[in-house]
């Protein structure tokens, strides 16, 4: 099961961290910066308050796990309380916001792939053995490629988003 956990682990970690560079670089063209927080949806800057610190969270837990500070079963009780108990919050009001353009398509989109995919980890990582907890890796591998690819959509959109708020 260590094996798994390791390359799981590595993955995830080099995933997020994909992510993260795309959410907050992109590509290398000028951008202006997003409004500030009187010009932006509360709700999206609740999203990306939120993102953030579960992320940064699930990388924290991934690490403590990997120094020997704690064991599967704490990790895996770590991502079900401190990522996606304010996840699924989150979700929940982007889900319920009467807003249906681009961005609240992707946004959703992006909130469920990356749920599925931490949910996959934690059942993995409760399984009794490696060959109980294989297809679940396999589908948080597959819904973390897939949040990745519309995390880069959102990234375009953000960058839409503020280049329309500065009026160029």
């Not at 951008?31 to 992320?55: I, M, N, Q, W, Y």
């Not at 959703?108 to 490696?130: G, I």
């Not at 990745?148 to 160029?168: I, V």
């Amino acid at each position: 099961m260590r094996k798994w956990i390791a390359i799981g682990v590595i993955g995830l970690a080099i995933a997020i961290g994909a992510v993260a560079f795309v959410l907050t670089r992109g590509d290398d063209t000028p951008k202006t910066p997003l409004p500030t927080a009187s010009g932006l949806d509360p709700l999206v800057e609740e999203f990306r308050a939120t993102e953030r610190a579960c992320l940064q969270r699930f990388n924290t837990a991934l690490r403590e796990q990997r120094e020997g500070k704690m064991d599967e079963l704490g990790l895996s009780n770590t991502i079900e309380r401190d990522v996606l108990v304010p996840w699924r919050a989150l979700r929940t009001k982007v889900n319920s916001a009467p807003s249906h353009d681009e961005l609240y398509t992707a946004l959703r989109n992006y909130l469920e792939l990356r749920q599925l995919s931490w949910e996959a980890y934690v059942t993995a990582l409760r399984a009794p053995s490696d060959e109980a907890a294989r297809p679940h890796y396999d589908t948080h591998r597959q819904k973390n490629a897939e949040a990745q690819e519309e995390a880069k959509h959102l990234g375009r959109l953000f960058r839409e988003a503020a280049t329309k708020g500065s009026g160029t």
